[in-house]
């Protein structure tokens, strides 16, 4: 399976921005779709927002109209943008590439929104 290498997490008051990005560290490819997840303490994971190719966008009823899920497909990244962050988005954040060999994940990355 292929890294993937997410950035872009860290803390951040209530009402703020941030940009999550994910991009593999080596070649992958198949990609059906990408989407990221959330994991927040002694929650199940969710998904948040999904791109698959050549279908529509959908979010997490929670993010819509303050997530925006993009794709850099010559570079096979993918990005979130998180605006009017509230509290509850406080979780790790992960990334997944779906591809004809199977699905990967990032690492996960720690979003905190302060009150």
């Known amino acids: 399976q292929v890294q993937l290498v997410e950035s872009g997490g860290g803390v951040v008051q209530a009402g703020g921005s941030l940009r999550l990005s994910c991009a593999p560290s080596?070649?992958?490819?198949?990609?059906?779709?990408m989407a990221w997840y959330r994991q927040a303490p002694g929650k199940r994971r969710e998904l948040v927002a999904a791109?698959?190719?050549?279908?529509?966008?959908n979010y997490a009823d929670s993010v819509k109209g303050r997530f925006t899920i993009t794709r850099d497909n010559a570079k096979n990244a993918v990005y979130l943008q998180m605006n009017s962050l509230k509290p509850e988005d406080t979780a790790v954040y992960y990334c997944?590439?779906?591809?004809?060999?199977?699905?990967?994940w990032g690492q996960g990355t720690q979003v905190t929104v302060s009150s």
């Open positions: 080596g070649s992958i490819f198949g990609i059906r779709a």
């Open positions: 791109m698959p190719n050549g279908g529509s966008t």
């Open positions: 997944n590439v779906d591809t004809i060999s199977g699905r990967n």
